[in-house]
Each structure stands twice: as structure tokens, then as C-alpha cells.
């Protein structure tokens, strides 16, 4: 890892001011993914901003029919929370799915969205609900905010604070793993909302991306069978030594179908 | 430069001077010569280097330690009684023949300590959904699954 400059703000405030000065500098939340990429070299940020500290960043509060999460909010906080688990289920399984019980203890929700690895979990849930992504200069529906490979619509100074997740009437996130890291080789985040149906995909191309026919289809029959014939094209995803890009297509369908029978409770 | 991160180790208070960019099992293992808590994969896939902050289980070659300051950290070297008995989960690792070669065992109990804290009557399959985390290379995971079961038990009586 190479030397930098370690910073602890007490708030997203200061963490944004100081983000402002530092402009090679990074943002750290729970460290899984930026501290592995500073050991490897393949970051090399001059300053480090620690938002460890910043306790207005943590919690998980109910309003009505939404829920909102602070950035710093572990994955496991979210996987254990009781409101999570009653208004939107398939948020807390989702996030008692990531990487490992280690892992959850240690990942947030902002930094894993701020990071926007395309084979992450999280992204899912939030295109997926139609999140609302909160920083501390704007707000950002989730449609406008994932925008390619590890590219978000956040400015470099930039700081999430929270995501509102509004509940869903049913919802569901099925992901194929790839075994060695629990990443998603394919993963599928189903909601039938008020407005219609929103169906998620991570882990198949560069960004997590919205499957426009699979969701009419499931808005005139919430059913898997509704979506069996309906294939994506392999030519804008993945291809790597774990998956082939058609192979990769092939997983969408099984897995949207999966999860539409676990929305289902089947 | 070097800078100042202070954490209660097995319950003494530490407080050394590092690198920013230490990692918290670098700290553990050279400044603080607590060598039980051991590097893997360094990649965060393995679970060697689990010990627990504030209660728990963490992979201390993936954070800075830094991450750590203020916090209750507790290693493999403070899981035994005062008298040098060994820990409910220790024993029963040791009777379930839960190692082989003994290089991911510290992680496994670390890990097995936190994952059964209060669930006396955890399942095989929850146990093993808890150790996605761990690697054992000898593939020992049959019996560190019993061990970890038993474990759970003598837990909870001991209390």
C-alpha cells in the first residue's frame, strides 16, 4: 500500500470539506473493497478520509412506508434490522447475502453504492425499488445514479448520507454466485411497486441495468412464466474465466424467474 | 509519517505509534507480538486473520488500524481463562478434532465465537452458511462444523 495522509471527520460536513481540499483523496467507508485495492496497488488515493467517525452517517429509521438507511450503516445492521425485515424483506436477505459474515460487519451501504462494482449486491436493491440516493448536496433517484464500471453520478466531493427504500407489494433478490467470492456472476432484484413492476440486474454487465420487457410482461402477470421467452442480449455483457457473456444471458432469465417465485413465497 | 492509534487488546489497553497505512493485523502481529491471529490470503477471502472489534467477528488484514482506534479488540490470545484453561469453543475444537495443520484454526474460533453467541442450538447448515468466510485448506470442515455445534453448547452451559 502506498503512504497517505489519514483523516477523521467528526461528520459528512467535515468529510465533504475536507474531500474538497484533498481532491486525490478518497472517501472510506467500511474499507472491503478500497482497502483490498490500496494493498494491490491498483489505488493510490493521497489522503484518506475516514468516515468511521461520522456518527450522523449511522442508522435505520421507518416513515410510513419507506425506509431510510445511513450510509454507514453495515450490512449486517441492515440484515438484522427488524424494520427492514418487515416492511422490505427482500432488503434484509439481500444484504445478509453479501460476501461474508466478516465482511457485513465491516461493509456499508454508501460504500458500496459510492464504489459501484458491477457485480455488487446492493445496486440491485437500490435500481431495483427505485431508491432515493441522499448526499449532502443533493438528492438522486437510483435511475440517474449508476452510471457505468465503478461510475456513479456523484461528484468527486461528493458524500452519500442515506437511501430512502420504499417498501415494495412483493420483492425478491435471487443472485448466481460466483463461489470463491460471493460476488454475483448474475443477480436479480424483482418489486412489483404501486407504479408497476421493476426488475434489476447486477453482475452481468458493467452496471447494474433495468430489463424494460421482463417488467411489462410481469406488470400483465406477476408470474415466471410470463418472463420464460424473454432473453437479454449477450452483446453488452460480461465475458470473463468464470462466465461467458451468452452464458451470462442465459442466468438472467433463470434467475428473474426465481425471483419473481421467491416474491411469489414459492 | 507515523501516527498514533490507541485500542484495548484482550482487554489491556495499547497504544503504539504506525504508518497511516498499517493494517490492524500488522499491528497486532509486529508491534503488539500477538502472532496467533495469522495472514492467509491477505485478499480477505480466508478468515485467518478474524479476530473480534467491539464484539465482532472482522477481518483484521482488511482494515486499516486506524479503523480500530477506541475499539475493544480481542484476539485468539485473549479467548482462554485467566488460569490458561482453554475456551469452551478451544475445547471443543480440540475434542472434535475441529484442525489439522492449525493455521486457519484461529480464525475458525474467533469466527465460531461470535457466529453462536446466543444460539446454543445453531444448525449444521447455519454453521456452515457462517463459515463462507473461513478457509480451511485442509478441508477439514466436517469436523470443525462439529466442533463448532458442540461448541455452541459448552457455551452455553458454561454461563
Given amino acids: 500500500m502506498y503512504a497517505f495522509t489519514y483523516h477523521r471527520p467528526a461528520s459528512a460536513a467535515d468529510a465533504a470539506a475536507l474531500a474538497l481540499k484533498h481532491t486525490d483523496g478518497k472517501i472510506l467507508a467500511g474499507g472491503q473493497s ?16 475516514d468516515l468511521g467517525t461520522a456518527k450522523d452517517l449511522v442508522g435505520i429509521s421507518q416513515k410510513g412506508n419507506q425506509i431510510t438507511i445511513g ?5 449486517a445492521a441492515v440484515e438484522q434490522s427488524a424494520e427492514v425485515k418487515q416492511l422490505i424483506p427482500a432488503l434484509a436477505d439481500l444484504a445478509g447475502g453479501i460476501g461474508d459474515r466478516q465482511v457485513r460487519h465491516m461493509g456499508t451501504l454508501g460504500g458500496a453504492l459510492a464504489n459501484n462494482d458491477p457485480a455488487a449486491c446492493y445496486p440491485a436493491a ?11 448536496k443533493r438528492t438522486i433517484a437510483a435511475d440517474d445514479f449508476f452510471k457505468g464500471l465503478y461510475e456513479t453520478a456523484l461528484e468527486s466531493s461528493e458524500i452519500i448520507t442515506a437511501v430512502t427504500f420504499p417498501a415494495a407489494k412483493r420483492a425478491a433478490y435471487i443472485k448466481f454466485k460466483n463461489p ?37 410482461a410481469l406488470g400483465a402477470a406477476f408470474t415466471p412464466e410470463s418472463i420464460a421467452k424473454i432473453h437479454v442480449s449477450a452483446d453488452d455483457l460480461n465475458s470473463d474465466l468464470h462466465a461467458a457473456a451468452d ?12 425471483a419473481v417465485s421467491k416474491a411469489l413465497g414459492q | 509519517m507515523t501516527i498514533n492509534v490507541s485500542m484495548q487488546v484482550n482487554g489491556k489497553a495499547a497504544s503504539v505509534n504506525v504508518e497511516e497505512r498499517t493494517l490492524l ?35 483484521s488484514c482488511s482494515m486499516l488500524a486506524m479503523q480500530a482506534e477506541g475499539a475493544q479488540i480481542l484476539t485468539i490470545e485473549g479467548v482462554a481463562h485467566a488460569d490458561g484453561s482453554l475456551h469452551p469453543m478451544q475445547a471443543a475444537f480440540k475434542e ?32 456452515r452458511h457462517g463459515l463462507e468466510g473461513n478457509l480451511c485448506r485442509c478441508t477439514g470442515y466436517h469436523n470443525i462444523v462439529k466442533s463448532i455445534a458442540a461448541g455452541a453448547k459448552a457455551m452455553a452451559s458454561a454461563k
Avoid: W
Fill in chain 2, 96 to 127: 472434535h478434532h475441529g484442525l489439522q495443520c492449525g493455521f486457519c484454526t484461529p480464525g475458525m474460533v474467533m469466527n465460531a465465537i461470535d457466529l453462536v453467541q446466543g444460539r446454543p442450538n445453531i444448525t449444521e447448515e447455519e454453521i
Fill in chain 1, 34 to 49: 478500497l482497502v483490498q485495492a490500496m494493498k494491490l496497488r491498483l489505488a493510490s488515493p493521497s489522503d484518506i478520509i
Fill in chain 2, 25 to 59: 493485523v500488522t499491528v497486532l502481529r509486529e508491534e503488539l507480538r500477538l502472532t496467533g491471529t495469522h495472514v492467509g490470503c491477505d485478499t480477505a477471502q480466508c478468515g485467518a486473520c478474524t479476530v473480534h472489534m467491539n464484539g465482532k467477528a472482522v477481518k
Fill in chain 1, 126 to 136: 437500490v435500481l431495483g425499488l427505485g431508491a432515493t440516493i441522499q448526499t449532502n
Fill in chain 1, 71 to 75: 450510509a454507514m450503516t453495515r450490512h
Fill in chain 1, 247 to 258: 452464458y451470462r444471458a442465459h442466468l438472467i432469465t433463470v434467475m428473474a424467474k426465481r
Fill in chain 1, 180 to 216: 470463491a467470492s460471493r460476488f454475483a456472476l448474475v443477480g436479480v432484484f424483482v418489486a412489483q411497486m404501486d407504479q408497476g413492476v421493476r426488475l434489476a440486474v447486477t453482475g452481468a454487465a458493467s452496471c447494474v441495468f433495468r430489463v424494460p420487457e421482463m417488467e411489462k
